[in-house]
């Protein structure tokens, strides 16, 4: 397995990072960017993301794995093998005929899911998923994720019963970027500025998610 540092300068390297003025979701901006669907691309670097999921994992009692879809499946199918621990796969809509399902994959009322993620933000993308399995009957209470971008979702996640594991926090991956020499302070400085700025809280999510919350 890569360590932390190695694994940070391979996925800055494999052009997860992108730096400028990028359009985020919800229509805001973001001077630096992760786009983990190239892990895909590299299957030395997924293979060792997924690696660094299962030791976050560990020492989390759990059944099943699920990925939030789509950058997530990949990763959550490597540790399900790695593991052997059953996977499921959550639809981005509920199947309109055959099956009708929302949930794709052999599963029982109560068990135990871990959620797999690639980033966190304001944590929308991963309360989705963990509200549809809850209202299939899964118990969720936990979620591993490659990269927190510190901007509060963590916190959110929590205040709605999910325990984050992160390999990677921004800030974190900033410091082992910069001594490897790959970002500069100047630009260090403006992501840390942007991200103390852009802060989510547990009423914004609310706001946002109101469809979500209700479930
Ligand atoms: O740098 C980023 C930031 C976000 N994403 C994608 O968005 C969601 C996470 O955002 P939330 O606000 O927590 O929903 C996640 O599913 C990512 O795929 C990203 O790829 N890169």
């Known amino acids: 397995m890569l ?3 190695e694994l940070a300068v391979r996925l800055f390297d494999a052009g997860a990072v992108r730096l400028g003025d990028i359009e985020a979701k919800i229509g805001r901006r973001t001077p630096i960017y992760f786009d983990l669907r190239v892990v895909v691309s590299h299957p030395q670097i997924m293979l060792s993301v997924a690696q660094h999921l299962e030791k976050l994992a ?3 009692n759990h059944e099943l794995l699920c990925g939030v879809p789509y950058a997530a499946l990949p990763l959550a199918a490597v540790m399900s093998v790695n ?3 059953p996977m499921i796969m959550k639809r981005k809509e509920t199947k309109m005929y ?3 399902r929302i949930l794709e994959g052999i599963f029982e009322k109560n068990q135990k899911c871990l959620v797999v993620e690639d980033v966190v933000t304001s944590g929308g993308s991963l309360m989705e998923t963990v509200s549809t399995l809850r209202s299939e009957g899964l118990q969720v209470t936990h979620a591993v994720v490659v990269l927190d971008r510190d901007q509060g ?3 959110v996640l929590k205040q709605n019963g999910i325990q ?3 390999i990677f926090t921004l800030t974190g991956l900033l410091r082992i970027l910069n001594e490897a020499g790959k970002i500069s302070d100047e630009t260090v400085d403006i992501i840390l500025d942007h991200i103390k700025e852009c802060q989510f809280s547990n009423l ?3 706001k946002d998610n109101l469809e979500i919350m209700s479930v």
């Open 83 to 85: 593991t052997n621990t």
């Open 3 to 5: 360590s932390l540092e």
């Open 204 to 206: 914004d999510f609310m």
């Open 164 to 166: 984050v594991k992160s």
């Open 153 to 155: 979702g963590a916190s």
């Open 58 to 60: 560990k020492d989390i």
């Open 98 to 100: 055959a099956t009708k």
